[in-house]
Antibody, heavy 116, light 110 residues
Framework: QVLLQESGPGLVKPSETLSLTCTVS????????WSWIRQSPGNELEWIGY???????NYNPSLKSRVTILLDTSKNQLSLRLNSVTAADTAVYYC??????????WGQGIQVTVSS | QSALTQPASVSGSPGQSITISCTGT?????????VSWYQQYPGKAPKVMIY???NRPSGVSNRFSGSKSGNTASLTISGLQAEDEADYFC??????????FGGGTKLTVL
């Protein structure tokens, strides 16, 4: 069974960097693409980006200048860094395995609030 | 990239069928057979219900079906049940190898 678990601070100050980790169990992260997805308070889902262990990375053009996704194969984890955050980055952040061209499974999600 | 367009809400009575549309462009929905649909209950993570336009993962009820015509994909739920009340999102692969979601549709079972 593949399980994903997000972790990180639930509160980030404006202009600072949001950093999250996703721990994967049940499968090696070298075997699939992995994505970060967020859900706004208005309930809309937004794809942030994906990474493959070969080094293939792709980001949402609207976030590309601020986002970095990395893999740590020694810990079977992926990470997300989003810098210069504003209140508009307040959301529930999910990591998900991309199985071919769909997302399955998803982590349980982590609420991140941007506020001073 | 713009979000795919879904109706904000749909409703139906138990036993009826409903259809949720998901409209994109020739650069996403219309250009590839890589549309997926997700069901989400409040406070829970989304769960895939349909992948590659019309395929059901193991364990998903055959009351759920998907299709596509041109730039619009559709999710149909037949024999509506109370447990189907949830939010539904579509997603598509795009011509720049990114992914895009729809705005989501709230399904109410009357």
């Amino acid at each position: 069974q593949v399980l994903l678990q997000e972790s990180g601070p639930g509160l980030v100050k404006p202009s600072e960097t949001l950093s999250l980790t996703c721990t994967v169990s049940g499968v090696s992260i070298t075997s699939y693409y992995w994505s970060w997805i967020r859900q706004s308070p208005g309930n809309e889902l937004e794809w942030i980006g994906y990474i493959f262990y070969s080094g293939t990375i792709n980001y949402n053009p609207s976030l590309k200048s601020r986002v970095t996704i990395l893999l740590d194969t020694s810990k079977n984890q992926l990470s997300l860094r989003l810098n210069s955050v504003t209140a508009a980055d307040t959301a529930v952040y999910y990591c998900a395995r991309e199985y071919r061209r769909w997302f399955d499974p998803w982590g349980q999600g982590i609420q991140v609030t941007v506020s001073s | 990239q713009s979000a795919l367009t879904q109706p904000a809400s749909v409703s139906g009575s138990p036993g009826q069928s409903i259809t949720i549309s998901c409209t994109g462009t020739s650069s996403d929905v219309g250009g590839y057979n890589y549309v997926s649909w997700y069901q989400q209950y409040p406070g829970k993570a989304p769960k895939v219900m349909i992948y590659d336009v019309s395929n059901r993962p193991s364990g998903v009820s055959n009351r759920f079906s998907g299709s596509k015509s041109g730039n619009t994909a559709s999710l149909t739920i037949s024999g509506l049940q109370a447990e189907d009340e949830a939010d539904y999102f579509c997603s598509s692969y795009t011509s720049t190898s990114t992914r895009v979601f729809g705005g989501g549709t709230k399904l109410t079972v009357l």
